[in-house]
């Protein structure tokens, strides 16, 4: 009790909880700028008067870099100092965003953003390893928790700021704002880097988590989560980076879009949390509830499709939230739980879901141009969907025999 009261005690909480925070703020603020800008190209684009198929393809183009070039620059990090390379991230995504004001055709655009592709390369496979050295405390389903939470927030964040801002007199505040969040990202960083860091608890001192499904079955549930996964962010590719200009050329405000983002962001995070608890250990190693959210989206985007009601699309933007915090988690957590070639597992994760978000808007951009109009992507989404849950009772199906005895 007396611990409470002494002033030593509350300056190294303090001092803890300010490590913690700048450990997994650079995920919200890098997030936050990259979200910014996707969206608010995409308004930027209808501006200019160019078609949702060029859209597909500028996105495609950008995550084309990043999947590419993720793994070798992951290696970079490897051989030299991982901060430099963060730096580098920060420095090339600031610089994009003061580029973008000046980008007036789809020349101007289509040379300018593979360095955001270029950035995200730079910066997600360093960080992962950098948060990996710097914040070894907690259990691995804590860590991925607080992981998702501070990117979702980020990623829930920027849309609707861009949306909220975003205004055809002056198209440019949301990349003057993401220019700051670069920096302020960069600079967050260098504060944690020069804060000790503490000891860091290897993976085999974490107290077992109620179940230990044999290699296979573990396999089995990393392949089904994947491919749920590669769903989830080929929908989440159509929502974030191409679904802004359609909705705005079908009539509605950026402000009204920004909203269902920020349903959507926010549900997923709360789901997150949820996912961080013990209580959620029940539901690993068990298709059902996956299956199940799976469906749920399947349905929400069909609704989608068929139904423009403002009211409506805050309920299924809301279930799509929760669907794609599931299988995300699911994914990375799988890829990291008794697995030992971490990085590897890691890799395939960022490549899966950055090939999703190659596809969906490539896709969708083509499909909405098409004799189909601009309310076809969303069922495109949901034939995404409901091919990957075939895929994944096939995959299930052929371990049957094992999958049983794990639950």
Not at 236 to 251: C, N, S
Not at 298 to 305: D, E, H, K, P, R
Request: proline share 4%; net charge positive.
């Amino acid at each position: 009790m007396r611990q409470l009261w002494s002033g030593k005690f509350w300056r190294a909480s303090a001092a803890k909880t300010l490590q913690v925070f700048t450990v997994y703020l650079p995920v919200l603020l890098i997030d936050f700028a990259f979200s910014g800008i996707i969206t608010n190209t995409s308004f930027y684009t209808s501006y200019l008067g160019l078609s949702s198929t060029f859209l597909g393809v500028l996105k495609a183009v950008m995550t084309a870099f990043f999947v590419v070039l993720a793994i070798p620059f992951g290696r970079l990090s490897d051989r030299i100092e991982r901060r430099y390379v963060l730096y580098a991230a920060c420095l090339v995504l600031g610089a994009v965003s003061i580029g973008l004001p000046y980008c007036r055709n789809s020349t101007h655009l289509m040379l300018i953003f593979p360095g955001i592709g270029i950035s995200m390369a730079l910066f997600w496979p360093a960080y992962e390893a950098w948060l990996a050295e710097r914040e070894g405390e907690g259990k691995l389903i804590q860590r991925v928790m607080l992981f998702n939470l501070f990117w979702s927030i980020g990623v829930t964040l920027g849309p609707a700021f861009s949306s909220y801002l975003y205004g055809d007199t002056n198209p440019f505040t949301s990349f003057y704002l993401a220019a700051i969040f670069s920096l302020l990202t960069l600079v967050t960083i260098v504060v944690n880097s020069l804060q000790a860091s503490g000891p860091t608890e290897t993976e085999s001192l974490e107290p077992p988590e109620v179940l230990y499904p044999p290699l296979l079955v573990r396999t089995t549930y990393l392949n089904l989560s994947r491919c749920a996964n590669f769903a989830s962010w080929f929908v989440l590719g159509v929502l974030r980076r191409l679904a802004p200009k359609l909705t705005r050329e079908g009539g509605m405000l950026p402000s009204t879009f920004g909203n269902l983002m920020l349903t959507l962001g926010g549900i997923q995070t709360l789901a997150f949390l949820v996912l961080g608890t013990g209580y959620s250990t029940r539901w690993h190693y068990r298709f059902a509830p996956v299956l199940i959210v799976q469906l749920l989206a399947v349905l929400s985007f069909l609704g989608i499709w068929s139904v423009q009601n403002t009211l409506l699309w805050i309920f299924l933007f809301g279930l799509i939230g929760v669907s794609a915090a599931f299988t995300y988690f699911s994914s990375l957590y799988y890829g990291l739980d008794r697995h030992a070639d971490k990085g590897n597992k890691s890799g395939w994760h960022e490549g899966i879901l950055g090939l999703g978000i190659l596809l969906g808007p490539l896709l969708g951009g083509i499909l909405a141009d098409s004799q189909f109009g601009t309310q076809s992507p969303y069922l495109l989404c949901a034939v995404a969907i409901a091919i990957a849950v075939l895929v994944e009772i096939f995959i299930l199906s052929k371990n049957a025999r094992f999958t049983e005895d794990s639950r």
